[in-house]
């Protein structure tokens, strides 16, 4: 099946750019989706179709498309945003399906 | 206000099943697809099923025939009918608003733990 590819952790001191990766052969023709995860709490959708921001999610983040690879940057990173990332893209290898990548770890230091 | 609320979570032996339910405001779930969304303790998300508006269903290989997706118009209600449950199916499940793209989750439920354990 259809996999996204994170990897594990990701650690930045504060004000720093953080950039958080996600690999899938099918990205060129899938839009990925990006989700902030805090501990004990629902995913929150940071990013969407690639590099769209939703209302209410700070400027800070962003989202870039290149080829097999799409990426998640935190501009001017807060400690508020430690947490776990995941990207999501399409599954279209059958009639509907979703897939996660792995999840990224950010650690603020 | 979005809101959605999961319930029906609980400890189960293996075999057995389970209800959750994932009860909507300020929306009409009839009119949106609508997926269920489960995460492992200590791992990462996993899509375990989708409804479409127009009542098509659609699920993961690791669910598929076992679990059914509904949803109750009159009570602007998603439900998840979880048979033949396993240890491997042990996580939190989250009722997720699938967005206009079709693809994102919009909105999330706060979750429902599912314990499967003799």
């Known amino acids: 099946s259809y996999e996204l590819t994170q990897p594990p952790s990701v650690s930045v001191s504060p004000g720093q750019t953080a950039r958080i990766t996600c690999s899938g052969d099918a990205l060129p023709k899938q839009y990925a989706y990006w989700y902030q995860q805090k501990p004990g709490q629902a995913p929150v959708l940071v990013i969407y179709k690639d590099s769209e921001r939703p209302s209410g999610i700070p400027e800070r983040f962003s989202g870039s498309s290149s080829g097999t690879t799409v990426t998640l940057t935190i501009s001017g990173v807060q400690a508020e945003d430690e947490a776990d990332y995941y990207c999501q893209s399409a599954d279209s290898s059958g009639t509907y399906g979703v897939v996660f990548g792995g999840g990224t770890k950010l650690t603020v230091l | 206000e979005v809101q959605l609320v999961e319930s029906g979570g609980g400890l189960v032996q293996p075999g057995g099943s389970l209800r959750l339910s994932c009860a909507a405001s300020g929306f009409t779930v009839s009119s949106n697809y609508m997926s269920w969304v489960r995460q492992a303790p200590g791992k990462g998300l996993e899509w375990v099923s989708v409804i479409y508006s127009g009542g098509s269903t659609y699920y993961a290989d690791s669910v598929k025939g076992r679990f059914t997706i509904s949803r109750d118009n009159s009570k602007n209600t998603l439900y998840l009918q979880m048979n033949s449950l396993r240890a491997e199916d042990t996580a939190v499940y989250y009722c997720?608003?699938?967005?206009?793209?079709?693809?994102?989750?919009?909105?999330w439920g706060q979750g429902t733990l599912v314990t499967v354990s003799s």
């Open positions: 997720a608003r699938v967005g206009l793209d079709s693809t994102s989750f919009d909105y």
